[in-house]
């Protein structure tokens, strides 16, 4: 029987990541969550994410990273001045290539500094705390999907898979104790309207997300997430109490 299942949950404000947070705690976990502020446009997406964890009674950390905004510097999400933003697109083009809303690497960095900080909990509770390493789990949670999504390569299985083994292959944590980083991809293949339909049934705070890419202070109602979250609420039969109706 597992005695500590340590979760760390990749809360960016949204829909997604809302309900994935959810669905970690009805599993059981002791789940924290964290943010990363790298730069990006739409920064109304921070002061969800604080408001999600408040509902959720999670404990939750900012990180500032913005310096990766200038590594990561091909994207229209940290240099909006330079690339634009795709904008009323049908779901057939949002399945033809990768937009520029793609950030370079964006989850592979934020999976490592996550996996950072969740060995260093771990640890903590293996050689401070005398936690049986046995008894441990140490997972990520992101809520990555490939369905109903952009296009971004970072979002695939097969991109799971291999960083989880490249994580377990390069931590104190899975080489030394043998517990392996598990990144559970809850949402990974569900439609959108089947995560608003989870959501619910989560009781997941979605009034409280934005999802929206532009730097407004409403929906834009145009860009790729605010397309995918209008159809997936309609799909579902569902009010979405925090977007405009967008659907085209």
Known sequence: MTDTRLGLVLLSGGLDSTTAAAWALDKGMKVSAVSFDYGQTHRKELGA??????????????????????LAAHSSLTQPQT???????????????????????????????????????????IEINGVDASSLEATLVIA?????????????????????ESLRLGS????????PFTIATPLIDKSKADIVRLAGNLGAPIDETWSCYAAGETPCGHCDSCL????????AGVHDPALISTQK
């Open 144 to 164: 990555a999907n490939a369905i109903d999504y952009s296009g971004y390569p970072d979002c695939r299985p097969e991109f799971y898979t291999a960083i989880t």
């Open 172 to 179: 104190k944590l899975g080489t030394q104790y043998g517990v």
């Open 228 to 235: 995918l979250r209008a159809r997936g609420f309609a799909e």
């Open 49 to 70: 994410a604080t408001a999600v964890a408040a509902r959720l009674g999670l404990s939750h950390s900012i990180v500032d990273v913005s310096f990766y905004r200038d």
């Open 83 to 125: 690339l634009s933003m795709p904008s009323d697109r049908s779901a057939a083009e949002m399945a033809d290539g990768i937009p520029s809303t793609y950030v370079p690497l964006r989850n592979t960095f934020f999976l490592t500094m996550a996996a950072a900080w969740l060995e260093s909990k771990a640890l903590a509770e």
